[in-house]
Each structure stands twice: as C-alpha cells, then as structure tokens.
C-alpha cells in the first residue's frame, strides 16, 4: 500500500467510550501531523511530530492524546469526547516540516 | 489580521473561463507556499507549489508577492473537473512549525 492511510474512515462513538485513530504512511517521511477539520471550518492543526518526537500541541484539549511509536505511524486516542469533537481528522506526512504534507483520506468521527 | 486569508467564494464560473484566486498572508518570515486542492468530503490533495519565479503546470499557474505578502492562483480554460475548493497553504513561523492552511474558495465550474 502507498501513501498515507487512516483507519477506521468512519467513527461513531459515546461521550464515555475509548477509541483510537491510527495512521500509517508509507512514503518515508520524517514528520507526521493530525489535523481537525469542522464543518465550515478551516483545517486546524493539532499536533506535530518530527522523528518521532512531538513538537507541537497547538492547545489540544488533553481528552485527545497522541502517540508516535516511530516514524511511519501516529495514533490518536480519544477518550470522553463531546459532541463538538465530531469531524474529520485528518493525517498528513512530510519529509520535513516546510515541505510538502500529504494527507490520509481521513477519518469522519460523529460524537454522540 | 489572520494568518492565512482567501475569499470563501463560491466563485461560480462557466466552463472554459478563467478565474483567478488571490490569498493574503500575515507573515514576512513565510518561506514555502503551496495551492492544495480539497473535493467534497475528500482529503486535501497538493496542486503546485508556488515559487518565487512563479510556476506554470498546464492550465493553472501560481504567482508570489512577497512585498505585498500574496499568492494568486489562475486557471484557464476550466473545466467541469476543476470544481473544488482551492486551499492557500504557508509555512508558520519562518518555517520551524509545519504549514498554515486558509479556509479554501470554493470555485463552481457550470457547463
């Protein structure tokens, strides 16, 4: 498989539930990223991680909590969401952190 | 002034026009630019990148301001296809701290 791929692509989930977003690229990339995207709204950057390190937590709320257990996979795990966390979350590689980001299709997460 | 600024459109254009698509950006540090293009429900997908020299790839072309800090984006010749939303993308921060994505325009091509 090539490229940047997101799993599950569909999401449903409680307030109460645990899940996790995983996502894999395959393009040898250095720096992965997860991104939100609201309905209407612009693509918000959440987190960055640049060899496997975080860089950047751009004032995520802590009931998202991500891991980077190498450089070819980043995770998201969710736990007590509320229902404005329903969107689309995206993932995205680079080979540095100015070059060029590459998105995964997304996982579409509804709340309830 | 936001960091990265489109007009949200929709820009509602008939096939085979061109249309142009201006972005404003906040800051002077910004090194790297890019167009992506988003469908409905889609992922974002790269278009061009935008350099200094500007840079042509078939019927689209992209430019760079840098003294009045915009990017443009011009499509000739448009078709059906072309319909989508046209995100401007820019480095943060003099580069340390990946891109910065504006809100897109949304561009209709009509037969």
Sequence with gaps: ETGVTQTPRHLVMGMTNKKSLKCEQHLGHNAMYWYKQSAKKPLELMFVYNFKEQTENNSVPSR??????NSSHLFLHLHTLQPEDSAL???????????????????RLLVL | RKEVE??????????GATVAFNCTYSNSASQSFFWYRQD???????????YSSGNEDGRFTAQLNR???????????SKLSDSATYLCVVNRRGGADGLTFG??????IQP
Aim: glycine share 8%; hydrophobic share 30%; net charge negative.
């Design chain 2, 40 to 50: 409905c429900r889609k992922e974002p997908k790269l278009l061009m990148s935008v």
């Design chain 1, 89 to 107: 979350y995206l993932c995205a590689s680079s080979q540095g952190s100015v070059e060029t980001q590459y998105f995964g299709p997304g996982t």
């Design chain 2, 67 to 77: 003294a009045s800090q915009y990017i443009s984006l011009l499509i000739r010749d």
């Design chain 2, 6 to 15: 489109q007009d949200p459109g929709p820009f509602n254009v008939p096939e």
């Design chain 2, 103 to 108: 809100k897109g325009t949304h561009l209709i």
């Design chain 1, 64 to 69: 998202f909590s991500p891991e980077c257990p």
